[in-house]
């Protein structure tokens, strides 16, 4: 399907697409796809595949095909492909969008490994690369010809909103298409490609697989056009697959997915409203809070919730506090059952931009009164 409008207007609820992902197995019955390990496939007598399209393993498995199709669904996409990694899909959209020579406007302080990445990829490329500043307007770095626009929204880890149809608007005036890394809204709370995005990308090492037990990226389309043929190209020609159980893992996280970023929403609203109130909290980084200078945007972009991403500034030793938690896990990642926290100015290293006193918090599935415990007794 080429028509997003036409995806649009059909689509049944999240909830009912989610709980059926990957549907029945056709050939047992089964209420579970089954996973193809497979990395050949048979040809018949005239050599033609028995299967049509079914050639090698590197190119397609019919368990990507399903998990795709339902996040298609959920994204409002022409089309997705499912990658190795996080890491995985960002790099099959440079490698397949950007020639050297070409400009690409990059948001500030986002997700620290893209971020280092795209930098050095760019820096090897010869890619002209231009950083925006969310607070400042779009149109100060899009004045010129750019092939493409990379933001992230809500944003690590200072949960920045940027108005994706704003963006989107700025840069199809240039000729430049718009990415929108969406891994903390996953498409529950925002489908990008309805506010002008070209592509949308998660890691769904995240909530999407929501078990911090998958490593898996994936990107989604808004049409089928050359730039989309480019990133499949990468996929299947760099090798950049899943694994089967990969992909399994995460069409089986799906079933879920809309009733855990409900969930875990809410508690991190519940949390940060009550740190907000706190005063050994300097402040609460988290776009469903009035306060917040993007919520009005959050409020009309992210349907249902604000998501599980907060971050606190804290008064005394940020590290000190992460080290009293007995509840939160001392962890990176985000988007599993189990509320982590983490100290970003420790990981990230000499070159941080994250404030010392910035710990992170990944809002987990336990009970909003014990994780409140957690940190009251943390803070003191
Ligand atoms: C984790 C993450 C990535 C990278 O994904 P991996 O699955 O770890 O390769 C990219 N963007 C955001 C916002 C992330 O949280």
């Given at each position: 399907m080429t028509d997003q409008t036409t995806a649009r207007r059909n689509r049944p609820s999240a909830d009912t697409i989610a709980a059926h992902a990957g549907g029945i197995d056709a050939a047992t019955a089964g209420v579970v796809p089954p996973i193809t390990l497979a990395t050949t496939y048979a040809r018949g007598e005239d050599y033609a595949p028995l299967v049509p399209g079914a050639i090698y393993g590197r190119d397609d498995n019919p368990i990507f095909q399903r998990f795709e199709s339902v996040m298609a669904s959920l994204e409002g996409a022409a089309a997705t492909l499912s990658f190795a990694s996080g890491m995985a899909g960002v790099a099959a959209i440079f490698r397949g969008l950007l020639r050297p020579g070409d400009r690409l406007v990059v948001q500030r302080a986002i997700y620290w490994g893209a971020a280092a990445w795209i930098e050095e990829w760019c820096r090897t490329w010869g890619i002209e690369r231009v950083e925006w500043d969310p607070e400042t307007p779009i149109g100060s770095v899009l004045d010129r010809p750019t092939r493409l626009v990379w933001v992230e929204t809500p944003s690590n880890p200072l949960w920045q909103v940027v108005d994706i149809a704003a963006v989107a608007v700025a840069a199809h005036a240039v000729g430049a298409r718009l990415a929108v890394d969406g891994t903390t809204t996953t498409?529950?709370?925002?489908?990008?490609l309805e506010y002008g995005a070209d592509l949308v990308f998660h890691s769904?090492?995240?909530?999407?697989?929501?078990?911090?037990?998958v490593l898996l990226g994936v990107v989604a389309t808004r049409v089928e056009d050359a730039d989309w043929q480019a990133i499949r190209a990468e996929r299947k020609q760099a090798g950049a697959i899943p694994g089967g159980f990969e992909v399994w893992l995460a069409l089986r996280g799906l079933r879920t997915l809309p009733l855990r970023i409900r969930h875990t929403s809410a508690t991190a609203l519940a949390l940060a409203t009550w740190l907000a109130a706190d005063?050994?909290?300097e402040r609460v980084l988290y776009p469903g809070l009035t306060s917040h200078p993007g919520h009005a945007i959050a409020a009309s972009q992210m349907q249902g919730g604000y998501g599980a991403m907060l971050s606190i500034l804290t008064r005394g030793d940020a590290l000190a506090v992460a080290s009293r938690c007995r509840l939160f896990v001392r962890a990176t990642s985000l988007g599993g059952p189990e509320s982590l926290i983490e100290h970003r100015y420790t990981v990230e290293g000499?070159?941080?931009?994250?404030?010392?006193s910035l710990l992170r918090l990944s809002i987990g599935l336990e009970a909003v009164e014990d994780l409140i415990a957690d940190l009251d007794q943390a803070l003191a």
């Open positions: 498409p529950i709370l925002t489908r990008a769904a090492t995240k909530a999407i697989a929501g078990h911090s037990d005063p050994r909290v000499v070159h941080t931009r994250s404030p010392a």
